[in-house]
C-alpha cells in the first residue's frame, strides 16, 4: 500500500522529533484532509436518523435536528464529538474560502481561516455531542463569516 504522508514518516530520520501530525499535514495536506473526514461513528449515527452526511452546510443543519440518544452512553459522547469537530471542520474546509486544516503546538488540529482567526473544531464538535450547544450549523455560520 503506497500512502505518501505515512512512507514519509517512515522514512524520517531524525532522531529529536517522532513524526507528528503536523509534518504530515506539510507532507500531504489532502491526505491528511481525507482522514479527517472519514468520521465513521457520526456517520454511523447519521445513517441511523437517515441523514447522508455529504459535506454541506444542509448536512450540518440536518446533525443539529438529531435527537441525540448518544448522550446515554457517556463513553461514547467524547468520540462522536471528536468526530463531530472533524466533520465541521471539514465542512469548513471544503466550502470557506481560505479555510485551512493547521496543528497547535500540542497536536490538536483547528481551522485556520483566511483572516486568521483559528477554529477549535473539535471543542465545539464534543461540546455539540455533549450539551448540543454550539449548533453546528451555528459554528460554520460564523467560520463562513470570517
Do not use: H, K
Not at 49 to 56: I, T, V
Not at 68 to 92: Q, S
Not at 96 to 108: D, I, L, Q, S, T
Request: hydrophobic share 45%.
Amino acid at each position: 500500500m503506497n500512502i505518501p504522508f505515512l512512507d514519509n514518516w517512515l522514512n524520517r530520520r531524525e532522531a529529536e522529533q517522532a513524526p507528528t501530525l503536523a509534518v504530515a499535514l506539510a507532507d500531504d495536506p489532502e491526505g491528511v484532509a481525507e482522514l479527517f473526514s472519514e468520521c465513521e461513528m457520526l456517520r454511523a449515527q447519521a445513517r441511523s436518523a437517515e441523514l447522508e452526511l455529504d459535506g454541506s452546510p444542509a448536512s450540518l443543519e440536518a446533525l443539529d435536528q438529531v435527537t441525540p440518544r448518544w448522550r446515554r452512553d457517556p463513553e461514547v459522547v467524547p468520540w462522536l464529538g471528536n468526530d463531530a469537530g472533524f466533520y465541521l471542520g471539514t465542512v469548513i474546509v471544503r466550502r470557506v474560502p481560505g479555510a485551512a486544516w493547521r496543528v497547535w503546538p500540542n497536536g490538536r488540529p483547528v481551522i485556520l481561516l483566511a483572516s486568521g482567526r483559528e477554529l477549535d473544531v473539535i471543542e465545539s464538535g464534543v461540546s455539540w455531542a455533549m450539551t448540543g450547544s454550539p449548533e453546528l450549523s451555528q459554528a460554520y455560520a460564523e467560520a463562513s463569516e470570517g
